[in-house]
Nanobody, 122 residues
Framework: QVRLVESGGGLLQPGGSLRLSCAVS????????TGWHRQAPGKRRELVAA???????NYAESVKGRSSISRDNSGNTVYLQLNSLEPEDTAVYYC????????????????WGQGTQVTVSS
């Protein structure tokens, strides 16, 4: 069983940065594809970024150039760095994991965290 616990959300100002962490337990994170999805009020859940076990990365168009997904294999943790925050980045951010990368990208991962709220507002 894989358990994912997100942290690092909160109230942030436009133009600022955030770093979300996802602590993974139960399995070696380096053997899984992992990702971050987000869901804003009244909107569909969408992929933000994903990283395969081999290190290949996917990013949503809306965050390309201002985001970075990374993984610390020794700490079994996945990170999302998001810069130049916009009010449109306000959402609940979920960490996800699956053995199949396509499932992570598609939002069909087998494992999900409970989410962390990110609010971007002045």
């Amino acid at each position: 069983q894989v358990r994912l616990v997100e942290s690092g959300g909160g109230l942030l100002q436009p133009g600022g940065s955030l770093r979300l962490s996802c602590a993974v337990s139960g399995r070696d994170v380096s053997t899984y594809a992992t990702g971050w999805h987000r869901q804003a009020p009244g909107k569909r859940r969408e992929l933000v970024a994903a990283i395969s076990s081999g290190g290949n990365r996917n990013y949503a168009e809306s965050v390309k150039g201002r985001s970075s997904i990374s993984r610390d294999n020794s700490g079994n943790t996945v990170y999302l760095q998001l810069n130049s925050l916009e009010p449109e980045d306000t959402a609940v951010y979920y960490c996800t994991a699956d053995l199949i990368p396509a499932k992570v990208v598609a939002g069909a991962s087998g494992y999900w965290g409970q989410g962390t709220q990110v609010t971007v507002s002045s």
